[in-house]
């Protein structure tokens, strides 16, 4: 997969996140964005998107921006604590999106990713809270990255893009993962493998907190479901913030 990497403000090419989707077999581009000059970084990010025609389009922070602002037609955006409200014009996104936020971002507010979707009329299922800072840096929240580029790359409709109401759309869940579906996480706290029930009937993005059987410490739990209803689980621990 091809995919236009937009970094963010103060950033360089060949960082964390893009040579993470490097290291997993995707041809990444990765221009040099000016960090004074917006106007400049959007014509690059232009010049670079229609020289390659990448499948996704990822922009990280600024680089967030720098993709709303950009004009790449129905290529699908993964967009990491966009500050677009910070750069360009932009208040809304395409429908082919997947927004990831750290609840913790110190710089960006989780709260304008929500603006975003709300703006956008996406429903809460496109935005996944993920990480514990504004890097999002982090193994989890680079899975939840590496995740969200293949699944709307691959060209498979989201489950909140098909069309079919509510009713339709929990009879289809059903169909796809019964209740008595599992999955495996790995504690943070003492490594073990724990062993959770799915229920894609309660949203195909589904973020709770559940204390470990073995060592009682707290975990997010997050569960992510494609097309097919295959599911994706990954768990950080739970940050003490009082």
């Known amino acids: 997969m091809?995919?236009?990497?937009?970094?963010?403000?103060?950033?360089?090419?060949?960082?964390?996140?893009?040579?993470?989707?490097?290291?997993?077999?995707?041809?990444?581009?990765?221009?040099?964005?000016?960090?004074?000059?917006?106007?400049?970084?959007?014509?690059?990010?232009?010049?670079?998107?229609?020289?390659?025609?990448?499948?996704?389009?990822?922009g990280s922070s600024r680089g967030g921006a720098v993709a709303l602002n950009i004009n790449s037609g129905d290529t699908p955006l993964v967009l990491l604590c966009p500050a677009w409200k910070r750069w360009g014009n932009i208040s809304k996104t395409k429908s082919k999106t997947i927004i990831l936020h750290s609840r913790q971002d110190d710089i960006i507010p989780?709260?304008?990713?929500?603006?975003?979707?709300?703006?956008?009329?996406?429903?809460?299922?496109?935005?996944?809270?993920?990480?514990?800072?504004?890097?999002?840096?982090?193994?989890?929240?680079?899975?939840?990255?590496?995740?969200?580029?293949?699944?709307?790359?691959?060209?498979?409709?989201?489950?909140w893009l098909e069309d079919r109401d509510s009713n339709e759309l929990r009879e289809a869940s059903s169909r796809s993962t019964s209740s008595e579906a599992e999955a495996v996480y790995i504690c943070?706290?003492?490594?073990?493998?724990?062993?959770?029930?799915?229920?894609?009937?309660?949203?195909?993005?589904?973020?709770?907190?559940?204390d470990c059987p073995v060592c009682c410490n707290p975990n997010v739990i997050h569960v992510g479901f494609d097309e097919s209803g295959n599911a994706r689980v990954w768990s950080e621990p739970e940050q003490d913030h009082d």
């Open 110 to 159: 989780f709260e304008n990713s929500e603006e975003l979707i709300s703006n956008s009329d996406l429903p809460e299922d496109a935005l996944i809270e993920v990480g514990s800072d504004h890097r999002l840096a982090d193994e989890n929240s680079l899975a939840v990255m590496l995740w969200a580029c293949e699944i709307l790359g691959s060209g498979r409709a989201l489950p």
């Open 2 to 58: 091809k995919i236009l990497f937009l970094h963010g403000w103060g950033s360089v090419p060949g960082g964390v996140k893009p040579t993470y989707l490097v290291n997993y077999g995707h041809r990444v581009i990765n221009p040099k964005l000016d960090d004074n000059d917006f106007q400049l970084a959007v014509s690059t990010a232009q010049q670079q998107y229609e020289l390659q025609q990448p499948d996704v389009v990822v």
């Open 188 to 210: 943070d706290s003492c490594g073990e493998e724990i062993v959770i029930p799915l229920d894609l009937s309660e949203g195909s993005s589904q973020t709770y907190v559940e």
